[in-house]
């Protein structure tokens, strides 16, 4: 049995029941691959599953593929308002963390390499840690900072 093979951008553009020159591949093989012979026939489009080829009525094989759309959308003004007031909160958290760090720092910290129970190789990990934790509190204000230029950017659109 010969196979018929249209290519689907091609048969997308015929018009329905419109007789139209198209070229067609035909699989001679028994092993079922596409053989390099190609043909041009008289092709009528019945509908989007049923196609004519030199008025014999064919079925089509078809392959449904399931696309996904990302779509983008300003946000409503209370959506954005309750937003801005997580990232006030948030903002303000990590600015009273870091006074409270430094306050701790300047009060609690200050004599610990002189201290008599500290030993200097203890100092130098709290100092590391604290310097770590200086570290982390200003990569959430970054990306706090970030969240906020990103959904205030944000314009109606739709990605493939």
């Not at 092709?43 to 089509?60: A, M, P, Q, T, W």
């Not at 909160?89 to 004599?111: M, N, P, R, T």
Request: net charge negative.
């Amino acid at each position: 049995m010969t196979k018929y093979y249209l290519p689907g951008r091609k048969f997308d553009t015929l018009p329905k029941n419109q007789d139209a020159n198209m070229e067609i591949y035909r699989d001679y093989n028994e092993r079922g691959s596409i053989s390099s012979t190609n043909d041009t026939e008289t092709v009528k489009k019945v509908d989007s599953f049923k196609v004519e080829i030199s008025g014999r009525s064919y079925e089509l094989l078809h392959q449904e593929v399931e696309v996904e759309k990302t779509s983008h959308r300003k946000p409503h003004s209370a959506v954005k308002k309750i937003w801005d007031d997580h990232v006030t909160s948030d903002k303000a958290f990590i600015e009273e963390q870091e006074s409270v760090l430094e306050k701790y720092v300047s009060e609690d910290l200050k004599g610990i390499r002189t201290n008599l129970f500290v030993e200097p190789d203890y100092a130098n990990v709290v100092e590391t840690k604290i310097t770590e934790l200086r570290k982390t509190l200003a990569a959430l204000t970054l990306r706090v900072d970030k969240l906020k230029d990103h959904y205030e950017s944000v314009n109606d659109s739709t990605a493939q």
